[in-house]
């Protein structure tokens, strides 16, 4: 049962990486070159992917990111947002996230907090999360650097520090243009 858990797994990051790379090649195409306008506001939703390093050993992630983000009046342009993330790991535990994230050109970063539930390998551990990425509309990379601070007591370790790469494939859908009601 766990060989075939392990392969499907393995099918499932195969089959997310080619539709992150797909989705980088197709951009330009779906994304209007209008895309985004000062004082415009996105939800954006989709699929996110890890693979992160711990202190016991790797962890893969897949789940769901939500977002909110407003742009800026300005040139160049800029905007904040907040946004929540839910992962399951290595299949073996939730990570839940939330916070606060910022964005200039293509250029961002996102600050919060993550709870990664109790399972199998530790005990319930809050985090510090920090996420400088690269945002090319339906493509974001990033780097994503948790830093934990509350460990819950309990006779197996926690989860730890947790460093590597997060791929998140996400529809922007505007919700409202431009800030002064013209859209």
Known sequence: ??????????LMWMG?????????????????????????????????????????GGATGLGAELSLHAFFEAVPIAGVGVFGQWQSINGEHHRVCAGVQATTLILGAELG??????GAQGVATTSVHLQPFLSLGLL??????????????????????????????????????NFDGEG
């Open 16 to 56: 997310a990486l080619c539709a992150s790379f797909e989705a980088l090649a197709l951009s330009p195409w779906l994304i209007p070159a209008s895309f985004p306008q000062p004082g415009d506001i996105y939800l954006n939703g989709g699929f996110l992917f890890s693979a992160t390093g711990r202190p016991g």
């Open 140 to 177: 974001t990379a990033g780097l994503r650097i948790g830093i934990p601070v509350v460990t819950a007591p309990g006779d197996k370790p926690g989860y730890g520090s947790d460093i590597g790469l997060v791929l998140s494939l996400k529809l922007p859908v505007p919700l409202r243009k």
């Open 113 to 118: 907090v993550a709870h990664d539930f109790a």
């Open 1 to 10: 049962m766990r060989a075939s858990w392990k392969a499907c797994r393995g």
